[in-house]
């Protein structure tokens, strides 16, 4: 039986701007969404309100991926698309985060 793969990526723009800010998540969009395997996807962005103790804030924008399994998380990793943007968003990141866990089911 195969697990989901949970894949969150949170980027820090260099200049982050509401323009950048735009422009990344329309590339997330472009590029990252409608992969095989892919159970849900999003492009998000920082809550600005959202100021609790607990919340990390040092970054701009988020992807939020679901996979149905490794297998698929390890083909969109070496997908054109995923290169793609990599190569085209690449300079406009001071950092990227990524946070890679496997599902667990309720018993």
Partial sequence: MSQSLVHNVYFTLKDPTP???ARLVGQGHKYLS???GVE???????????????????????????FTDRAAHDTYQVSQRHVEFIENNKETWSQVRVFD????EAT
């Fill in 40 to 66: 849900y996807f999003s492009m998000a962005t920082l809550v600005e309100d959202l100021e609790r103790p607990v919340n990390d804030r040092d970054f701009h924008v988020g992807l939020s991926v679901v």
């Fill in 101 to 104: 866990a496997s599902v667990v």
């Fill in 34 to 36: 409608g992969h095989p």
């Fill in 19 to 21: 323009e950048s800010i």
